[in-house]
């Protein structure tokens, strides 16, 4: 089965700084989907890819995918005490299909001091 | 749009009990897909149904069951609960073939005491 690893587990930063958190897949990924969850809630979908090379950005978050690492990474800009939560990966195990059977890291706590 | 809308939010049960947990997905979404998230475990997938079928099941007891309704509104439901079952339930909605993302519920917060 696929195993999602996310790196760091916890991340304490100043506000405005840049940061970077990491998600590497044990198989081959076909689709990745990043989220944010604010605790104890639900999740709040970020951004989705699916092509080896793809990035996307939303505000001052960006995505990138490395499929033949089979890792991807979430980058922050200038970041921001609403930008706190804890950040997971989630992967399709399959072709893409669409079956949203995801498998997920077990996710980034970031805290942003002010 | 009205997002996915669980119900209860909070719920307390005693060992041995069952409890039904309520998912109504973004409207015109045919997709539902359970999760159980813990401190230990994280997000494990429990289930998904897709036009009252469920079409893939993740790796829990049968004490775990679900159904979906043909207005696609989903319940799933976990008898003689125990200790390990406290969690919080999450379900997700999409609409396979127009967009691959996944919307989220707020979650049910199911404590067994």
């Known amino acids: 089965s696929q195993e999602l690893e996310q790196s760091p587990q916890s991340l304490i930063v100043q506000e405005g700084k840049n940061l970077t958190i990491n998600c590497t897949s044990s198989?081959?990924?076909?689709?990745l989907y990043w989220y944010k969850q604010k605790y104890g809630e639900g999740l709040i979908f970020l951004m989705m890819?699916?092509?080896?090379?793809e990035e996307k950005s939303h505000e001052k978050i960006t995505a990138k995918l490395d499929e033949k690492k089979q890792q991807s990474s979430l980058h922050i800009t200038a970041s921001q005490p609403s930008h706190a939560g804890i950040y997971l990966c989630?992967?399709?195990?399959?072709?893409?299909?669409?079956?949203?059977?995801?498998?997920f890291g077990k996710g980034t706590k970031l805290s942003v001091i002010p | 749009k009205a997002g996915v809308t669980q119900t209860p939010r909070y719920l307390i049960k005693t060992r041995g009990q069952q409890v039904t947990l309520s998912c109504s997905p973004i409207?015109?979404?045919?997709?539902v897909s359970w999760y159980q998230q813990t401190p230990g475990q994280g997000l494990q997938f429990l289930f998904e149904?897709?036009?009252?079928?469920?079409?893939n099941k993740g790796n829990f007891p049968g004490r775990f069951s679900g159904r979906q309704f043909s207005n696609s509104r989903s319940e799933m439901n976990v008898s003689t609960l125990e200790l390990g079952d406290s969690a919080l339930y999450l379900c997700?909605?999409?609409?396979?073939?127009?967009?691959?993302?996944?919307?989220f519920g707020q979650g049910t917060r199911l404590t067994v005491v």
């Open positions: 997700a909605s999409s609409f396979q073939g127009m967009s691959p993302e996944a919307f």
């Open positions: 198989k081959t990924l076909y689709g």
């Open positions: 890819l699916q092509k080896g090379g």
């Open positions: 989630g992967a399709d195990p399959y072709s893409g299909a669409g079956s949203y059977q995801l498998t």
């Open positions: 409207s015109g979404h045919r997709s």
């Open positions: 149904y897709f036009s009252e079928t469920q079409r």
